[in-house]
């Protein structure tokens, strides 16, 4: 365990990219990185017993400690409804941000099906109104626009955990984002919202029970709820980017915009119904507004395609990845439990038998999605691809500043930062430079809030 520590203390000493989870441990137990298929049970029981129980109850006393300096802090203020963020470090930088996709608890916990349209998002949502901090269902709303959801105006709604920002003034835009901090969808978001500068609270989901979103008939992540003078709750990653960048720059208000979304309805090979949104790529601006974010066609045009391309395509290529070995499975599940919102009994089991079933489940992926038996080689191929895209004159898709495609794009990759495939990825790609310059462009932005 103090080996463990000191490894630690000893990463965070390197460059953002070079960071990797203490993992030699889990390597040894699984058979040395390549096999070990038939030592890896025993493993996970074996690694499992005190030392998954006292990292577990570790995390849950640092949680505790963290919520008391943030009661005192806000004790110490006056009534203004201000609140202190909490502190970052790099140690503490998410690694791996990947997201169940499914309803299942434990071996859908980094299984990105495809997004979007095609990731069979049901429509309908659950009103609920807050009344004096507590919670009562008043109705099941089964509307045909799911992206809409109507609160009682003037409410707070009671955070679990997250950033706390000073209280906007009234009219201002205030948001409110319901995730799983390792989903690679709502890193999308959150790269979106942090790099405009736009101040939001997170309520982090625990990814086996969901009770933090209950109020919704729509189970996914991420959910944001955005209030601009009533508020309204917007579903999917790229429509939620789409829509609320359309705001920024629109005249229209929140509300009319949400509509220009409208869900269409199709069934899968697997006959299962699901809910399309076709142009939620799309930012629904006038001719004028058209002009001025995109003077010449080709840049709306390219941003779209590389959008649907990151949710489409470059999504699947991580869970076949950070799960390729045994190894790179536990490292990942280490994080994961790490970074969510699990209790002591479901981290455990989610972390020993989910990465189990994952290390598995990821060979299935690779041949649903067509990929080479070395999974690293289509990463570094689409990698490649989109270094390419950008060229050798432009630091961004979006030129001197990223554009909603870089974000996209970086929202998906930086989900496996800490671990082995980020560090390969960094090394064998060309991908470093303009990652380098997404994290100066989002932390300045950051700052600046």
């Known amino acids: 365990m103090a080996a463990a520590g000191r490894a630690w203390r000893a990463a965070v000493l390197l460059s953002p990219w070079r960071l990797r989870a203490p993992c030699r441990a889990y390597g040894a137990a699984?058979?040395?990185?390549?096999?070990?298929?038939?030592?890896?049970?025993?493993?996970?029981?074996?690694?499992g017993g005190g030392t998954g129980l006292y990292l577990a109850a570790q995390h849950r006393l640092r949680?505790?400690?963290?919520?008391?300096?943030?009661?005192?802090?806000?004790?110490?203020?006056?009534?203004?409804?201000?609140a202190f963020p909490p502190p970052r470090s790099l140690a503490s930088r998410p690694a791996p941000r990947l997201c169940p996709r499914s309803l299942s608890p434990f071996l859908c916990l980094l299984v990105p099906a495809r997004p979007g349209p095609g990731g069979g998002e049901p429509p309908g949502a659950r009103g609920k109104r807050f009344q004096g901090g507590a919670e009562r269902v008043l109705s099941s709303l089964r509307t045909t626009r799911p992206l809409l959801l109507s609160f009682q105006s003037g409410n707070r709604l009671k955070l679990s955990c997250g950033l706390f920002l000073p209280q906007l003034p009234a009219g201002d835009l205030q948001l409110t984002l319901y995730q799983y901090k390792t989903c690679p969808f709502c890193s999308?978001?959150?790269?979106?919202?942090?790099?405009?500068?736009?101040?939001?609270?997170?309520?982090?989901?625990n990814p086996i029970m969901r009770k933090e979103i209950k109020f919704s008939s729509y189970r996914k992540v991420p959910i944001l709820l955005a209030n601009a003078g009533s508020t309204l709750q917007?579903?999917?990653?790229?429509?939620?980017?789409?829509?609320?960048?359309?705001?920024?720059?629109?005249?229209?208000?929140?509300?009319?915009?949400?509509?220009?979304?409208?869900?269409?309805?199709?069934?899968?090979?697997?006959?299962?119904?699901?809910?399309?949104?076709?142009?939620?790529?799309?930012?629904?601006?006038?001719?004028?507004?058209?002009?001025?974010v995109y003077p010449v066609k080709e840049v709306r045009v390219e941003e779209m395609k590389w959008r649907k391309w990151a949710d489409d395509w470059l999504v699947h290529l991580i869970s076949p990845n950070v799960y390729?070995?045994?190894?790179?499975?536990?490292?990942?599940?280490?994080?994961?439990?790490?970074?969510?919102?699990?209790?002591?009994?479901?981290?455990?089991?989610?972390?020993?038998?989910?990465?189990?079933?994952?290390?598995?489940?990821?060979?299935?992926?690779?041949?649903?999605?067509?990929?080479?038996?070395?999974?690293?080689?289509?990463?570094?191929?689409?990698?490649?691809?989109?270094?390419?895209?950008?060229?050798?004159?432009?630091?961004?898709?979006?030129?001197?500043?990223?554009?909603?495609?870089?974000?996209?794009?970086?929202?998906?990759?930086?989900?496996?930062?800490?671990?082995?495939?980020?560090?390969?990825?960094?090394?064998?790609?060309?991908?470093?430079?303009?990652?380098?310059?997404?994290?100066e462009v989002i932390q300045k932005a950051e700052v600046a809030v």
């Open 234 to 292: 917007l579903n999917d990653s790229s429509v939620i980017i789409s829509a609320i960048k359309t705001y920024l720059i629109s005249k229209n208000s929140l509300e009319e915009i949400v509509s220009f979304y409208p869900p269409m309805k199709t069934v899968t090979d697997q006959g299962k119904e699901v809910f399309e949104y076709g142009n939620k790529y799309w930012l629904m601006l006038d001719e004028k507004e058209t002009k001025r």
């Open 324 to 439: 390729r070995t045994p190894r790179e499975a536990f490292a990942s599940f280490d994080y994961i439990v790490r970074e969510g919102k699990f209790g002591t009994v479901e981290g455990f089991f989610a972390k020993y038998m989910g990465a189990i079933a994952m290390f598995f489940i990821s060979k299935r992926l690779k041949k649903r999605h067509h990929l080479r038996d070395d999974v690293r080689q289509d990463l570094y191929e689409a990698v490649d691809e989109w270094v390419k895209a950008i060229g050798k004159h432009r630091l961004f898709m979006g030129g001197n500043q990223p554009n909603l495609a870089d974000l996209a794009v970086y929202g998906v990759l930086r989900v496996m930062e800490g671990l082995e495939a980020f560090d390969d990825m960094m090394v064998h790609t060309k991908i470093q430079p303009w990652y380098q310059h997404m994290e």
């Open 63 to 82: 949680e505790h400690s963290a919520a008391e300096v943030t009661r005192r802090r806000a004790r110490s203020l006056p009534a203004a409804g201000l």
């Open 188 to 205: 999308k978001v959150r790269a979106f919202l942090d790099y405009h500068g736009l101040p939001y609270e997170i309520v982090e989901v």
């Open 30 to 47: 699984a058979g040395g990185g390549g096999g070990g298929r038939r030592l890896l049970l025993g493993a996970a029981f074996a690694l």
